[in-house]
């Protein structure tokens, strides 16, 4: 079945920006649509409209900041025929406004959009061990903590790591949680932000923070494959000039 999937995600990234239907999807994979549907979350843990969306906004991403266009313009370019419900679906995914993620772009602002701060319950942490496969290649690991596989918003908590191979994810408030890490090469720091592609992704993985204790989660990470959302860092840009404070999957 993951090669049914695989052939809709390929026409998603070929037509995003189209009207794609839930239909038209299914005949790509060759499957009907109600089957094709339920295939799919299983495959890559959300639904075929929510992945859609993920590609539409990290294309969107792209044009921020490669182009000048105007946002209502490249919001039509990526799919959409509404400002208002591209904008909120951008900022929701993102932290930002796309006016206000290009602005800090280009501006240079070494700040990442704010870690989400609970404001009650008790706090917990995540912590453990990242296995990425065997690479000469210098990188750097974005660890975070989600509500949903999708990477909506600022992270619970988040951690960067660079020279080791474990991770900690502090002040988690108790609850379930989506734990999802990205690894992108820093070997050539000048490279334009959105040419710089995760060499490895984890899947999403579950934790379970009660009574604000400890819970650890190996990561085991792997190449990205055609399955995977675009991982979208948030304000990724702004890494290759000043490692902020606190930087999340986004």
């Known amino acids: 079945m993951q090669a049914a999937v695989e052939r809709a995600i390929k026409s998603m990234w070929e037509r995003y920006d189209e009207p794609l239907t839930l239909a038209e999807l299914a005949d790509a994979a060759i499957l009907s649509r109600f089957y094709f549907s339920r295939v799919f979350r299983n495959v890559t843990g959300t639904s075929p409209g929510r992945f859609l969306t993920a590609i539409r906004l990290y294309k969107a991403k792209n044009l921020l900041l490669s182009t000048s266009l105007s946002v209502t313009e490249l919001s039509y370019r990526v799919g959409y025929n509404s400002l208002g419900t591209f904008t909120t679906r951008f900022t929701k995914s993102v932290g930002v406004s796309p006016a206000k993620y290009r602005y800090m772009a ?13 404001t009650a319950g008790r706090m917990g942490s995540v912590y453990g061990t990242l296995n990425l496969p065997p690479t000469t290649t210098p990188k750097r690991v974005y660890v975070g903590g989600f509500s949903g596989p999708l990477v909506e918003g600022p992270p619970a908590s988040c951690d960067i790591v660079d020279c080791s191979d474990t991770y900690r994810l ?17 070997t050539h720091t000048d490279v334009q932000p959105w040419d710089r592609k995760p060499l490895f992704v984890s899947g999403h993985l579950a934790a379970d923070v009660r009574h604000g204790g400890s819970v650890r ?5 792997r190449p990205m494959s055609l ?10 840009e702004l890494d290759s000039m000043q490692l902020p404070e606190q930087l999340a999957v986004g």
């Open 217 to 221: 989660l190996d990561i085991d990470m």
């Open 106 to 118: 280009q501006d240079g602002i070494s700040r990442a959009p704010a870690v989400s701060t609970p």
């Open 170 to 186: 502090p002040a988690m408030p108790d609850g379930q949680w989506c734990i999802r890490a990205a690894a992108v090469a820093i």
């Open 227 to 236: 399955i995977d959302l675009p991982i979208l860092l948030a304000l990724p």
